[in-house]
């Protein structure tokens, strides 16, 4: 059940919500939790017992992580974890790589992806592990604990949010009617994301892959939609998740800050997948040491052969290998294919050179350069991320430089350009804040009702095209 369908709009929101509404403040969480395990259910009818596993498996950890302090009880909890993550999401990548080094021919389990488990195995751990590090305390309702692992608004596809960002809100989250207000058109502006322009710029990312892309400018046309797709789809569901959180009294964090505005790599990544970043960031980062570590913690010179590896040295290598191994698990963390590894490589490798060497050079340049440089690595970023394997991501870049002879341009591309003009400039646009700024502006005085209204006017649109829609999931979905 996705949120950008009449089904759940209609047929759960609405009960939800009513129900919700009039039961006393006790069973609150209690409903919205068996509100969940439904939603889950709903597309997942077997691995709704996994997502309860999770929840008592992890419940009974924090109680026993807590109160022992216990090393051996966290290794233990991640190792389940991590483990259970690796079986269901990595099993046949892992087959498939041993068949093809060793040249075997064991079969491939073909397990189905249960839906969100990135996610809600992630938010898992991070409580275990802060419960260890007493940065939070045991929550002892088994209800609020499985509310906070599966609460439907978060659950599929993030924002990840830590036990700590949300312990104070579990035991009260009153309705307000100012917060519903704004959680209704925060949940609009994320479904106007998704239907009107994620659905509809992603066609033409879909018609350049699946047939002519119109020489070397349609293959840059077309990956700039799938730029524009991707963030509009995932962004859109943020907004929409954080928008019914605060329908139901919750308050969850940001997960996009307009990434496409960056002047840099490392900018980027402050804005991009927010909450994805702040977990590797303090779970992985930090514990391997992150940036602090320091000549001081190493004491001899080693030498192979030419290479001497002084101290000064050895620091900055484990410096860059803490960065390299954070972006590795990144993009494996996106999918099991070598091209997601290469893809987070890819930024690990970016984000040391301007650590290293360019970040001087780039504060001394002109504005608008610092903005092209950003957008042209991760559009050829995410050529990786969409292409189905090295060759296709290979054979795209080679189309987008021309190197087999394309052709710049031809009709197709003129064709497919001045189609997808409109909705182009609607999507570029919308990746600044100065949209926002000017309607906030407009409608911050007198004209405050039309927020409202205009809130309204695209929710009916949306649904307008919801009702001959087909199935269009999630881009994340699939992690």
């Keep these: 059940m996705v949120f950008s369908s009449l089904l759940f709009l209609f047929y759960f929101l609405a009960p939800v919500f009513i129900i919700y509404s009039l039961v006393p ?93 990135s996610f809600y195995t992630f938010q898992a751990m991070s409580y275990c592990i802060d419960v260890y590090r007493g940065k939070t305390e045991i929550q002892k309702s088994f209800v609020s604990f499985g509310l906070y692992l599966s609460f439907f608004p978060q659950l599929i596809a993030g924002p990840i949010v830590r036990y700590d960002d949300i312990a104070n809100q579990l035991p009260n989250h009153p309705q307000k009617v100012s917060l519903f ?14 239907v009107l322009i994620a659905n509809n710029i992603g066609q033409l990312w879909e018609i350049t892959i699946s047939g002519d892309r119109g020489g070397m400018l349609g293959a840059w046309l077309g990956i700039t939609a799938y730029t524009m797709q991707i963030y509009y789809d995932f962004s859109g569901y943020s907004d929409m998740a954080i928008g019914l959180g605060k329908m139901f009294g919750f308050r969850f964090c940001e997960n996009f800050n307009y990434p496409y505005i960056s002047k840099s790599i490392t900018e980027f990544w402050r804005r991009w997948h927010i909450s994805l970043s702040s977990w590797f960031k303090e779970y992985v980062y930090i514990p391997l040491g992150g940036s602090r570590v320091y000549e001081s913690d190493y004491s001899t010179t080693t030498k192979w052969g030419s290479i001497s590896l002084t101290p000064a040295k050895k620091a900055s290598l484990r410096r860059y290998l803490n960065i390299l191994v954070v972006w590795m698990l990144t ?75 394309f052709g710049i341009t031809d009709n197709v591309f003129l064709y497919r350009f001045f189609s997808y003009l409109p909705i182009l400039i609607t999507a570029v646009l919308g990746c ?25 006017i695209i929710l009916f649109v949306c649904l307008a095209y919801l009702v001959d829609d087909t199935y269009n999931p999630f881009l994340y979905f699939r992690f």
């Design 331 to 405: 993009g494996f963390w996106h999918g099991a294919s070598f091209n997601f590894i290469a893809w987070g490589l890819y930024y690990g490798f970016l984000l040391i050179l301007e650590k290293k060497y360019l970040m001087e050079k780039l504060e001394k340049m002109p504005s608008f350069i610092r903005s092209l440089y950003t957008m042209i690595i991760v559009i050829v970023g995410w050529v990786f991320f969409a292409s189905p394997d090295f060759k296709q991501a290979f054979i795209y870049l080679a189309s987008m430089i021309n190197i087999f002879d």
């Design 181 to 194: 207000y704004e959680g209704v058109q925060r949940f609009t502006a994320g479904l106007a994301k998704k």
């Design 25 to 117: 403040k006790k069973h609150k969480n209690l409903t919205l939790f068996v509100s969940s395990l439904i939603f889950y259910a709903w597309g997942e009818p077997t691995y709704v017992l996994l997502m309860i596993f999770s929840a008592v498996f992890n419940y009974i950890c924090g109680f026993l992580i807590g109160s022992k302090k216990s090393k051996a009880a966290l290794a233990f909890n991640c190792i389940v974890n991590i483990g259970l993550l690796l079986v269901f999401k990595y099993t046949d990548f892992f087959i498939s790589t041993v068949n093809s080094v060793i040249r075997t021919n064991f079969p491939l389990l073909h397990l189905a992806l249960p839906i969100g488990i």
């Design 432 to 456: 600044t804040p100065t949209a926002k700024r000017v309607f906030m502006k407009v409608t911050e005085k007198k004209l405050y009702w039309v927020r409202g209204f205009l809130a309204v």
